[in-house]
């Protein structure tokens, strides 16, 4: 926990933020889960399952609100950062998609799975925080 | 822009992370200013001055500035 809270100081975002956002990211991952799965293990009618599948939407969209207050409480160093490791992810996984098309015409993979490009974009983001970080150090 | 935020920590005799504490930014912020690989905005560069109780030209030194005062 101590190391989760030396993090937090750190990060420049106000604790308060900072547990909010764990607390409904945590929620929102829940209610993910909780919606495939009743997916998967109910009979439901065409309504029901929209709104189970449109369920975790309310929680995504507290999320964004709250990176965004978070993103706010950064100082201006530290927004330089993250602006430029969110341009390397964008553009990256804008290239990367390309790739992958290129390569489904060729026929050389499957079909893109969308859930693979919220993957690349993390790892592309932390990829563009490292060289912000090293870029400035 | 060259800045003497070194010399004027050390004269103080604070850590980068107290002179980040009193300024209210993170010491990444302190430490890449420091060492010239980032220019604060206007705000930042006034606060820090405030810091070391100097004007922000005591601090900080636009480039061309400093050319002209070394020849």
């Known amino acids: ?137 | 822009m060259k800045n003497r935020m070194r010399v004027l920590r050390a004269e103080k005799d604070w850590t980068q992370a107290q002179l980040a504490s009193v300024t209210g930014v993170s010491r990444q912020a302190i430490v890449a200013i420091e060492n010239g690989k980032y220019e604060p905005a206007l705000p930042l560069a006034f606060k820090i001055a405030r810091a070391f109780e100097k004007n922000v030209e005591e601090v900080f030194i636009w480039e061309n500035h400093a050319e002209k005062e070394a020849t």
Request: proline letters at 3%; one cysteine or more; hydrophobic letters at 55%.
């Open chain 1, 1 to 137: 926990m101590k190391y989760f809270n030396d993090r937090i100081a750190c990060s420049g975002v106000n604790p308060g933020t900072a547990k909010v956002l764990l607390v409904t990211l945590l929620s929102s991952v829940v209610i993910d889960v909780g919606a495939i799965w009743a997916l998967h293990h109910f009979e439901l009618g065409s309504a029901a399952r929209i709104a189970v599948a449109l369920s975790p939407v309310p929680g995504k969209i507290a999320v964004i609100a709250l990176i965004l207050r978070a993103i706010r409480q950064l100082d201006e160093f530290q927004k330089r950062v993250h602006f430029e490791a969110v341009t390397v992810a964008f553009l990256s996984t804008g290239v990367a998609v390309f790739v992958y098309g290129y390569l489904q015409k060729a026929q050389a993979v499957g079909p893109l799975d969308l859930g693979r490009v919220w993957t690349f974009m993390l790892l592309f983001y932390a990829i563009g925080v490292f060289i912000a970080k090293k870029h400035y150090r």
